[in-house]
């Protein structure tokens, strides 16, 4: 059935673990050209990451679907990247004006979707389509945090991309949360 479809693309996702921040989701329609180096975006370095980046957004069809941390606090985060997942199925079909037949999910999920689909666990790196969408959908994440954080610089976004680092951590103990802190989550999912 897969060699029978025209537009198949790789979905996956960034920021399922930050303590702050949106997740993201990105979907890369498959390609027959290759840009060397591509692999899943967490065996990269930062620098590769943003190279390959430009060259993906550059050369290839492409959505993205972000969705917000008080959303996230809404339907829990699982819920919240399913989301993020059609938004950027959605994104894709409407820039490029394409029909998808297939999707290649990193993961185990499905996602709500009138598509074929297929999630396979580890596809980021057994899947060209999906390293190109764990780039795109990393170096997005990583561009909004760092926005983020000239909007809060006390807590050092740019640096740690809103995971719990130790110094994050310590940051939250000083401050308290903020606007984009996920507040269903550890620590201050006692604070409820």
């Known amino acids: 059935m897969l060699k029978e479809s025209k537009h198949i693309i790789g979905i996956d996702e960034a920021g399922r673990g930050p303590l702050a921040g949106p997740v993201v989701a990105a979907a890369v329609l ?14 990269l370095s930062e620098k590769e990451r943003e190279r390959l980046y430009i060259e993906i957004i550059n ?30 199925v959605h994104n894709l079909e409407k820039k490029y004006k394409l029909k998808i037949d ?31 969408a764990s780039i795109v959908a990393k170096i997005t994440r990583d561009h909004l945090m760092i926005k983020y954080d000239k909007l809060y610089p006390e807590y050092n ?16 103990k000083k401050y308290g949360s903020c606007e984009i802190h996920r507040k269903s989550f550890k620590p201050f999912d006692k604070d409820k």
């Not at 498959?30 to 065996?43: A, E, F, N, T, V």
Request: charged share 30%.
């Open 30 to 43: 498959d390609s027959p050209k290759k840009i060397r180096g591509i692999k899943d975006s967490k065996l």
């Open 59 to 88: 050369n290839y069809k492409w959505g993205i679907g972000i969705v917000s941390p008080k959303r996230i606090d809404k339907v829990n985060i699982l819920e919240a990247t399913k989301e993020a997942m059609v938004k950027a």
């Open 102 to 132: 297939h999707l290649i999910i990193d993961g185990n999920m499905k996602i709500n979707i009138d598509i074929s689909q297929k999630s396979v666990i580890g596809a980021d790196r057994k899947i060209y389509c999906v390293s190109t």
């Open 157 to 172: 976004f740019k640096k740690h991309k809103g995971y719990g680092t130790r110094e994050h951590l310590k940051l939250i």
